[in-house]
């Protein structure tokens, strides 16, 4: 039975708590990598209340009154960058992953056109590739670390006009 999970924007509120999971949920990830200072383990508390206090989505996932995941948006133009994907690692893998990405997919519709994401090649790729994102690149950023970029767009993407001349009627 899936967990009972209610997806809302994160508030000013939320900062410690999501910190707090981001801390715990990027731990493993910290230790495949053999990399302890990771972006989302040396954020502070301050960097996070600027997040949610910016120009960013930030949404939060809640199991009753507790945080259980969150992840983020930023935009560039009519681009998404996803970022901070957390889940609580005594809820992983109950689906709060997939609820959090197709709840920023639905929050962000309207103020982009493409979400591109930007993970370490250890990562859960098997997530965001069911969610239909696709790989459009690898980056190898230190000898431990291959970044792995993937985008998904929003709306479908126009078919180009074709430069052909039209056939002559010859009649």
Known sequence: MPLDVRVAPASLA?????LTVQRAAYLAEAQLYGDPFIAPLVESLDQVRAVL???????????????????????NDRTCLVGRLVVAPDLQGQGIGTRLMRALEEEVADRADLLVIYTGHLSNLRLYRRLGYAETGRERIAAHLTLVHLRKPLRPV???????EPPHDHR
């Open 14 to 18: 939320d900062a410690g708590e999501i």
């Open 53 to 75: 206090s910016g120009d960013a989505v930030v949404l939060a996932a809640r199991h009753g009154d507790r945080l259980a995941g969150a992840v983020r948006g930023q935009f």
């Open 158 to 164: 126009p078919a180009q006009v074709s430069r052909q």
